[in-house]
């Protein structure tokens, strides 16, 4: 079993849509979690980080994790054609250094 | 700033060859990563530096790869001698600091394909 685990996709909606991406992970030592989004031919950005459990609401971006379950979450409201990329979930055992597990990614498609 | 700026954008070589990958990050970061993004295994960070210092070196595959920073402004990671399973994205990132929340700017990577 994969440390970090996502559907790879492709995940295909309309615009306008609410987009859910997830992650499930099997460390339970894991307590900071990101999300990166990656455009075609593009390095990664980082869109959202949240430490520990909980929700954390940047716009229209919703991040949630749920530790017990060991399950992150990613929503996307009205999601537009821009929106198009590889989302990728990153953790970490502890803030020192940046040796993150990756997940390896969810492709989306909003379409117009 | 331009931002990180990585080169070449492409790469194709023979196995066997010697390739070098080229990094110059944000001015005023002191933290530069090296990652390798492949299907198989995702996103991958190979070494990072703080202040032109290796600090963790634990996920260059073998002795083929090494990377150096000389100065604050250019690093590079090299391949000696080059093997077809070494045909991946690299990415150079860098960052002011580091941590989870730290937000790490990547390069273009370089698209590497050994034949």
């Known amino acids: 079993q994969k440390e970090v685990e996502q559907d790879p996709g492709p995940l295909s909606v309309p615009e306008g849509a609410i987009v859910s991406l997830n992650c499930t992970y099997s460390?339970?030592?894991?307590?900071?979690f990101m999300w990166y989004r990656q455009y075609s031919r593009k390095g990664p950005e980082l869109l959202m980080y949240?430490?520990?459990?909980g929700n954390k609401e940047d716009g229209r971006f919703t991040a949630q994790v749920d530790k017990s379950s060991k399950y992150i979450s990613l929503f996307i409201r009205d999601s537009q054609p821009s929106d198009s990329a590889t989302y990728l979930c990153?953790?970490?055992?502890?803030?020192?250094?940046?040796?993150?597990?990756f997940g390896p990614g969810t492709r989306l498609s909003v379409l117009p | 700033d331009a931002g990180v700026i990585q080169s070449p954008r492409h790469e194709v070589t023979e196995m066997g060859q010697e390739v070098t990958l080229r990094c110059k990050p944000i001015?005023?970061?002191?933290?530069l990563f090296w990652y390798r993004q492949t299907m198989m295994r995702g996103l991958e960070l190979l070494i990072y530096?703080?202040?032109?210092?290796?600090?963790?070196d634990s996920g260059m595959p073998e002795d083929r790869f090494s990377a150096k920073m000389p100065n604050a402004s250019f690093s590079t990671l090299k391949i000696q001698p080059s093997e077809p399973r070494d045909s991946a994205v690299y990415f150079c990132?860098?960052?002011?600091?580091?941590?989870?929340?730290?937000?790490?700017?990547f390069g273009s990577g370089t698209q590497l394909s050994v034949l």
């Open positions: 001015s005023g970061h002191d933290y």
């Open positions: 990132a860098s960052s002011l600091r580091q941590g989870a929340g730290e937000k790490l700017f």
């Open positions: 530096f703080n202040n032109n210092v290796p600090i963790d």
């Open positions: 460390n339970s030592a894991f307590q900071y």
């Open positions: 990153a953790m970490s055992r502890d803030n020192y250094g940046q040796n993150f597990v």
């Open positions: 949240t430490y520990s459990s």
